[in-house]
């Protein structure tokens, strides 16, 4: 089964931001998500992963109507936002949440399990 794990960040914390930064010159943090990732890669868990942009860089659009509306920012003014996310692979919600636990370790972010429908 899949599993999206949503990273949260918020606009407080903007270490993700250093930490990306610093891929060039990798911190403890991002070997320690580089280890993670390479973890899930070696035991068959890793689908795909990424992180996201700021929110201000989104674009919102609603096509329900007539036409096309496109809105600068994000669909949510919020202190917490998506910071990026995994999808794995994962026997049960037990085994998905053992993962997600080590993922908030290591990326130092809360993190939120969801299975695919």
Known sequence: M??????????????????MAAAGN???ESRTLDAFNDRLVAEGHWVFAGGLAAPG???????????????DGPF??????????????????????KLAADGSKACN???????FA
């Open 2 to 19: 899949q599993y999206l794990i949503s990273v949260i960040d918020n606009a407080a914390d903007l270490a993700i931001q250093d930490e």
């Open 57 to 71: 860089t989104a674009t919102v659009i609603d096509n329900r109507g007539g036409e096309a509306l496109f809105t």
């Open 109 to 115: 972010r809360k993190v939120e399990v969801r299975p």
């Open 26 to 28: 990798p911190g403890p």
């Open 76 to 97: 949510v003014e919020s202190k917490e936002y998506l910071g990026g996310l995994w999808i794995i692979e994962a026997a049960d919600l037990d085994v998905a949440l």
